[in-house]
């Protein structure tokens, strides 16, 4: 690991200022994925600005009926918080389903939408990884390639978005609320928050240098039976190779989101607009799909997992 300094800011535009001022600077909250990045030299930060202690730590109700989560809100707590539980089950069904008990325990809300989008290669520093070293080349893209994606993926990078979480925000349409430098705020629908790969993978969302994300907040809730199904090689600690979120009515219709094959959640109008004949909704969210012969078994698995999110809701499952 590098040398770097470190400084505790005492509030959020404070934070983004530190970071927009000193090159090479990140925020640290939890550190579950950057620590583990900068002991590898993959990220190497002159500087940490410590945003523990801005009392982004809350969940409260919103005047329409939603929640707002703190940026710094723990995996552990938004998972158990009562509401949560009980109106946005497919949320603590998400979160519940990633990493492991420790990891939730120290990772945040802010601090899992941000998780760098990651491949072994990625991990690797003798392979070529355009995320990693703009402009080297892919070396996935004809490596192995079982664990990435088939759609939104580009010649520069076929890398999907590793997190269940946002899997779960994306369904149910949530808002990352943010703060800049000069104090100024922004809110982000979490549909444009995660960028397409293109040309620039590295560049993983739509936040500006040194803009703090402070808050996520949640519409009120939807009625239906909340669903989250993750599959994947191992039962515990692993990526999905496929998996969905999603909210079902009574009648069967409603909305899903997908994770595991794509640089970010994905969900499309047409695939809502489908349900509730599975195979329509699957064809829908695999449109102009281009897998490999390693990860082309991930089309099949995408209708297969719905199929069963959907009987799972038939038989009057879910929260």
Same mark, same amino acid.
């Given at each position: ?32 994925? %950057? ?14 600005? @410590? ?7 809350? #969940?409260?109700?919103? @005047? ?9 809100? $723990? ?19 998400? #979160?519940? $389903? ?17 998780? *760098? ?49 946002? +899997? ?19 809110? #982000? ?6 960028? %397409? ?8 969302? +739509? ?12 519409? &009120? ?13 191992? *039962? ?10 999603? +909210?079902?009515?009574?009648?069967? *219709?409603?909305?899903?989101? +997908? ?17 509730? @004949?599975?195979? &329509?909704?699957?064809?829908? %969210? ?14 099949? %698995?995408?209708? *297969? ?15």
């Amino acid at each position: 690991m590098k040398a770097f300094t470190y400084e505790r800011a005492g509030s959020p535009a404070e934070a983004a200022a530190a970071v927009v001022r000193m090159q090479g600077a990140k925020f640290i909250a939890g550190g579950t994925n %950057l620590i583990d990045l900068m002991k590898l030299e993959i990220e190497a930060p002159t500087h940490l600005v @410590d945003v523990n202690g801005l009392g982004l730590d809350k #969940i409260a109700e919103t @005047d329409d009926g939603g929640l707002r989560i703190g940026a710094l809100v $723990s995996n552990t707590a938004c998972a158990a918080h009562k509401r949560i539980r009980s109106h946005y089950g497919v949320l603590t069904r998400a #979160i519940v $389903s990633g990493a492991s008990g420790q990891l939730r325990n120290k990772a945040t809300t802010g601090g899992n939408l941000l998780q *760098r989008t990651r491949c072994p290669y990625f991990y690797d520093t003798n392979m070529s990884c355009n995320k990693r070293k703009p402009g080297s080349g892919c070396a996935a893209i004809g490596g192995f390639s079982r664990q990435l994606g088939i759609v939104g993926v580009s010649d520069k990078c076929i890398a999907t978005y590793p997190g269940d979480m946002a +899997v779960a925000l994306r369904v149910l349409d949530a808002v990352v609320e943010t703060v800049k430098p000069d104090g100024s705020t922004r809110a #982000i629908e979490i549909a444009h928050f995660h960028r %397409l790969w293109g040309d620039t993978p590295h560049v993983e969302t +739509v936040l500006e240098p040194a803009e703090l994300i402070t808050a996520v907040v949640l519409p &009120k809730p939807l009625p239906g039976k909340h669903i989250y199904r993750k599959v994947r090689d191992r *039962r515990s600690y692993a990526f999905a190779l496929v998996s969905v979120a999603a +909210v079902i009515r009574p009648d069967g *219709r409603g909305r899903v989101a +997908v994770g595991g094959i794509g640089p970010r959640p994905w969900r499309t109008d047409a695939a809502d607009a489908a349900l509730p @004949d599975v195979a &329509k909704a699957a064809r829908a %969210l695999t449109d102009g799909a281009t897998p490999t012969e390693d990860n082309a078994f991930k089309i099949a %698995l995408v209708e *297969r997992t719905l199929a069963s999110v959907m009987a799972e809701a038939a038989n009057g499952k879910g929260s």
